[in-house]
């Protein structure tokens, strides 16, 4: 076996609970040999379409056992996986399919012809039910790896507007998921509510590594709702979730304490939960969720411990191998209780941004030190507290959202002089996108949403426009965020 090959490791829970249920889905349980079976059938189907190692599968599909067997068959063949969000548009797509050059597309029924006006000849473009339809007797053989080989690349909103795409290793993705694995006590006893999306960190490698990497069962759903999952807890003992999962169970007056009694673990991500949430959580069910930090770039960083105090509004001490500092804009590093840049150093970092060579230099310090451009501190008890972006990320529903992007839209109108493109505190998605804009002329706020739904996925896309004759700057021109940040902060407190 190649030391950090992600198939053989996958392999290693096929041959070992063969039998056993990998996933319950709505219209049929899939056993690990089951899985192992459709993978290596299905990787020979793709062979023959001309996947090869080191060839980029662009997916974009509904969530789906058969994705996550394309998952793993994009795998044994050593190609590199590239999962992207269901809501992209055609502009953001033919970015991912001009910077990747994925050898093969599979898309959803309905979007070959938009594939094709992306990708033309060069491209092979399919659906799962075509992969799926006649799948060959025979499986091909694991195409070996080395742990420093990309298995899967993620594309992330840059700063300036570009999305870079973040090069995970199979070395990253084993390291991160064996260490949470033993970190959060999972055995093939556990039985997981899996109601994330498959085309994110969270939902892919967190959940799915974890759970298939100790022989658990994936409880399959296609996505979150509410009374689903807590018909589910009857039978289950883990979730993963976005802190709006929990913002909604505590809205359902069926979610009590002896609905979650069988339940060991609650895990939040992707966002940070409300130090609200975590009490109410707790006075409802006597569980205190456990909250944890970690991004595209590097799988998880840290952890609130599974034994020992769970603390509101800190993501806990780094996990096992990760090595964290905070440091001032210099890199000089900074005393306990001090803000700064969250550093981060370990087997779990990327390899870097695709084609971006200067953009990943910047990002690193001499000795491997990645700039995540968090804000946070440690506390004396060695706790991570996140106290902000200092790149201005947005984090809403889960997902990445960079304001530059949607601002160099607005910027194109000319209805709109000047734009400025905050997040701030919304009930149910943690935070919302709104734009705050200058006018040059009159302006109608629906029709410029309208008209940015055609461009951006639908989470990038502003719950409200805001006009105002000026935006705040400070002495040297810059628009302050910060204000207009507090400014609107009770934008959404009734929604």
Known sequence: ????????????????????????????????????????????????????????????????????????????????????????TEAELAYFVGDATPVIAVCREGSQGLFRR?????????????????????????????????????????????????????????????MLVDFWRFTSKDRLIHALPIFHVHGLFVALHCALFSGACVIFQPRFDAKAAIAAMQDASVMMGVPTFYIRLLGEDTFTRHVA????????????????????????????????????????????????????????????GVSLRIAGEDGTVLPQGEVGIVEVQGPNVFAGYWQMPEKTASEFRDGGWFITGDMGLIDANGYVQLVGREKDLIITGGLNVYPAEVEALLDDREDIAEAAVIGVPHPDFGEAV???????????????????????AGFKVPKQVIAVDELPRNT??????????????GLFAQA
Do not use: C
Not at 172 to 177: A, K
């Open 261 to 320: 009694a069988r339940m060991r673990l609650f895990v939040s991500g992707s966002a940070p939960l409300s130090a609200d949430i975590h009490r109410a959580f707790e006075d409802r069910t006597g569980h205190r969720v456990l909250e944890r930090y970690g991004m595209t770039e590097t799988g998880m960083l840290t952890s609130n411990p599974y034994d020992g105090e769970r603390k509101a509004g800190f993501v806990g001490p780094p996990l096992p």
């Open 1 to 88: 076996m190649h030391e950090g090959d992600l198939y053989q490791r996958f392999a290693r829970s096929f041959a070992d609970f063969a039998g056993r249920t990998a996933i319950e889905a709505a219209d049929r349980n899939w056993t690990y040999a089951e899985l192992e079976s459709a993978a290596g059938r299905l990787a020979t189907k793709l062979a023959a379409m001309g996947v090869r190692p080191g060839e980029r599968v662009l997916v974009q599909t509904e969530k789906s056992v058969e994705t996550v067997v394309l998952y793993l068959a994009a795998l044994r063949l050593g190609a590199i996986y590239l999962p992207l969000n269901t809501d992209y």
């Open 434 to 456: 709104v734009a705050v804009v200058r006018p040059a002329g009159s302006l109608d706020a629906d029709a410029v949403r309208e008209a940015m739904k055609r461009d951006l």
């Open 476 to 489: 040297m021109g810059k628009i302050q965020k910060k204000l207009l940040r507090e400014r609107y902060a």
């Open 118 to 178: 992306i990708g033309g000849d060069a491209l092979a473009i399919t659906t799962l039910d075509d992969l799926f339809a006649d799948l060959p007797a025979e499986a091909a053989p694991p195409a070996p790896r080395q742990r420093d080989d990309i298995a899967a690349i993620l594309y992330t909103s840059g700063t300036t507007g570009k999305p870079k795409g973040a090069m995970l290793t199979h070395r990253n993705l084993v390291s991160n998921g064996e």
